[in-house]
């Protein structure tokens, strides 16, 4: 069975600082992984997805993300961090057929960014 | 192009009272999901639609039941409400299962008391 573990609930970073938001996963076949973004009294959007071919994966607002399956981690990084990028992110996991087709969220980690 | 919908946006109801969450897409997406949110949990799913015509239960279904309508609309009913049903409930679709992106509406945010 899929898992999904976000190590943090809650990162806080100073503004221009690099962001990390770690994300382990657990797959018995080879796993689609995303990462999403939700603002607040929001919905969740995408920010990047790993489906195959390279494992470095660029998504919006400058973030991108790492496969590497010999950790089975997926975590996302940005550069230098703006006060709008406070918010939860959840790293997912999805196994493709069948009743593996859904989603499987991790538990979220907010991101707190101080001017 | 409204993407996902979802009505109410809050709601309040007693214990025993009953009540149906509605949803729909203008995507054409295939398939439909209902997930609830609670503080340090993440999403859980509660139900899933992978094309018109078919529901299946996710990790959370007890207490709940779906409706397929068509192709754009997947409601969620709570026959009986519970305060352990206090939560916030998010619709989503995709055009398929697997690895496609699943797209989210506002939410419903609803307190059983």
């Known amino acids: 069975a899929q898992s999904v573990t976000q190590l943090g609930s809650h990162v806080s970073v100073s503004e221009g600082a690099l962001v990390l938001l770690r994300c382990n996963y657990s797959?018995?076949?080879?796993?689609?992984l995303f990462w999403y973004v939700q603002y607040p009294n929001q919905g969740l959007q995408l920010l990047l997805k790993?489906?195959?071919?390279?494992?470095l994966v660029k998504g919006i607002n400058g973030f991108e993300a790492e496969f590497k399956k010999s950790e089975t981690s997926f975590h996302l990084t940005k550069p230098s961090a703006h006060m709008s990028d406070a918010a939860e992110y959840f790293c997912?996991?999805?196994?493709?057929?069948?009743?593996?087709?859904?989603?499987?969220f991790g538990k979220g980690t907010k991101l707190s960014v101080k001017p | 192009n409204a993407g996902v919908t979802q009505t109410p946006k809050f709601q309040v109801l007693k214990t025993g009272q009953s009540m149906t969450l509605q949803c729909a897409q203008d995507?054409?997406?295939?398939?439909m999901y209902w997930y609830r949110q609670d503080p340090g949990m993440g999403l859980r799913l509660i139900y899933y639609s992978a094309s018109e015509g078919t529901t299946d239960k996710g990790e959370v279904p007890n207490g709940y039941n779906v409706s397929r309508l068509n192709k754009r609309e997947f409601s969620l009913r709570l026959e009986s409400a519970a305060p352990s049903q206090t939560s916030v409930y998010f619709c989503?679709?995709?055009?398929?299962?697997?690895?496609?992106?699943?797209?989210f509406g506002p939410g419903t945010r609803l307190t059983v008391t």
């Open positions: 989503a679709s995709s055009e398929g299962m697997g690895f496609y992106e699943q797209y």
């Open positions: 797959s018995s076949v080879p796993p689609y």
């Open positions: 790993y489906t195959t071919g390279a494992t």
């Open positions: 995507m054409n997406h295939n398939s």
């Open positions: 997912a996991v999805s196994a493709y057929g069948g009743s593996q087709g859904n989603l499987i």
